[in-house]
């Protein structure tokens, strides 16, 4: 079953412009992680947030996590064509010693040249 | 840089043949997971092992599929008979099994039963 919900399910934008990606989850979570995923490829980690962190950085990403509302959202600012892939919130649950990762549907982004 | 090997990448099948996938999980890692995505789908788990014991296949529909990691380190995931609806990717990752590491993916076996 799927733990993650992305919103939007498909985005289209300029390159150049920023692109804003939501993840909403039902249960307490260790962790949430996001990764990409070129057209028919293996997926590629991004980043990972910890639920006691509430945002962090990577090169052009920028992860927030609310854990009162059960939510993250990645921004990828100055959006090249090549971010153009699916992405995908996962999360790990609390507790225990099994690191399984439930996924999301996820995000269809397209950035046009 | 490491890697996870899978192979086959392709396969085609006719329904009820039996179907074998092969992953080489990144050297030392304790964890290996065989994962499903059916097109337009995140992806979903089907077995969990770590080192050579089952964690999770609760996910695993027992009655066609099976899944062993003999020594612990490669893994095969078989289908037997295949259906239909089996028509998916099927993605291996593995990774240290310690708290906050990501999971790192293969290229994936796309599967498609005729």
């Known amino acids: 079953s799927q733990q993650g919900e992305e919103d939007p399910q498909a985005l289209s934008i300029q390159e150049g412009e920023n692109a804003t990606m939501n993840c909403s989850y039902k249960?307490?979570?260790?962790?949430l992680q996001w990764y990409r995923q070129n057209s028919g490829r293996g997926l590629v980690h991004l980043i990972l947030?910890?639920?006691?962190?509430r945002e962090k950085h990577s090169g052009r990403l920028r992860v927030t996590l609310d854990t009162s509302k059960k939510s993250s959202s990645l921004l990828i600012t100055a959006s090249r064509a090549a971010d153009t892939a699916s992405y995908f919130c996962?999360?790990?649950?609390?507790?225990?010693?099994?690191?399984?990762?439930?996924f999301g549907k996820g995000t269809l982004l397209t950035v046009n040249p | 840089e490491a890697e996870v090997a899978q192979s086959p990448r392709y396969k085609i099948t006719e329904k009820s043949q039996a179907v074998a996938f092969w992953c080489d999980p990144i050297?030392?890692?304790?964890?290996l997971y065989w994962y499903r995505q059916i097109l337009g789908q995140g992806p979903e788990l089907l077995v969990q092992?770590?080192?050579?014991?089952?964690?999770?296949d609760s996910q695993l529909p027992k009655d066609r599929f099976s899944a062993e990691r003999l020594k612990g380190v490669d893994s095969t995931l078989k289908i037997q008979p295949a259906e239909l609806g089996d028509s998916a990717m099927y993605l291996c990752?593995?990774?240290?099994?310690?708290?906050?590491?990501?999971?790192?993916f293969g290229p994936g076996t796309r599967l498609t039963v005729l």
């Open positions: 996962a999360t790990r649950g609390s507790g225990g010693s099994n690191y399984k990762l439930t």
């Open positions: 249960t307490s979570i260790n962790n």
């Open positions: 947030i910890r639920s006691n962190e």
């Open positions: 050297s030392g890692h304790a964890t």
């Open positions: 092992f770590q080192d050579e014991s089952v964690v999770d």
């Open positions: 990752a593995s990774g240290p099994g310690r708290e906050y590491v990501e999971q790192f």
